[in-house]
């Protein structure tokens, strides 16, 4: 299985802090890394696709970057809305795994 | 506006059955990729099957042999089969739909439903 490692697994920002989350993959998946936030008691909604890719929706303050082995979510300005727990996963090969998350609190 | 809703988690048993049903809207399921993905309370998310298009399917090895997916075109619905269900299968149970030609993602999902096994 390709196991997937977020780092930090968790942070402390203010609004306003430029944050940034990574993720490493055991093995080199091109660019099929995918990266959702996820709100308490809410269902994950997907952020970033295609490693680079932003979903129809999502503020332009997130931004995706990487690729092989080595990807980066970045948020430029961190919003009170942004608070959450954020994942990427991998669909190169099956089983699809996700990291084990990256909780970003308020400092 | 794809939207999807599952249903059918409950309390239930080691070793009992359980069907989860996800009812999809604004889209067919017939011409997507489907899959489920689950998460334990407080802990990270396990993708657990998917269904293609054209009715192929993967499993989680965890899952293998116990779970099945499936579908209902006439009611656009896709379905999980939890069979010899486990204390550590207890979590929310997403459906979700497969998104992408090469790269695959998910979106949307589904509000969740939570299976509780324990006796």
């Known amino acids: 299985d390709i196991e997937m490692t977020q780092s930090p697994s968790s942070l402390s920002a203010s609004v306003g802090d430029r944050v940034t989350i990574t993720c490493r993959a055991s093995q080199s998946i091109s660019v099929y890394l995918n990266w959702y936030q996820q709100k308490p008691g809410k269902a994950p909604n997907l952020l970033i696709y295609a490693a680079t890719s932003l979903q129809g929706g999502v503020p332009s303050r997130f931004s995706g970057s990487g690729s092989e082995t080595d990807f980066t979510l970045t948020i430029s300005s961190l919003q009170p809305e942004d608070f959450a727990t954020y994942y990427c996963?991998?669909?190169?090969?099956?089983?699809?795994?996700f990291g084990q998350g990256t909780k970003v609190e308020v400092k | 506006e794809p939207h999807l809703v599952e249903s059918g988690g409950g309390l239930i048993q080691p070793g009992g059955s359980l069907r989860l049903s996800c009812a999809a809207s604004g889209f067919t399921v017939r011409s997507n990729f489907m899959s489920w993905v689950r998460q334990a309370p407080g802990k990270g998310l396990e993708w657990v099957s998917l269904m293609y298009n054209d009715g192929r399917t993967h499993y989680a090895d965890s899952v293998k042999g116990r779970f099945t997916i499936s579908r209902d075109n006439s009611k656009n619905t896709v379905y999980l089969q939890m069979n010899s269900l486990r204390v550590q299968d207890t979590a929310f149970y997403y459906c979700?739909?497969?998104?992408?030609?090469?790269?695959?993602?998910?979106?949307?999902w589904g509000q969740g439903t939570l299976v509780t096994v324990s006796s």
């Open positions: 979700a739909r497969v998104d992408g030609a090469m790269v695959n993602w998910f979106d949307p």
């Open positions: 996963q991998q669909s190169y090969r099956f089983p699809w795994t």
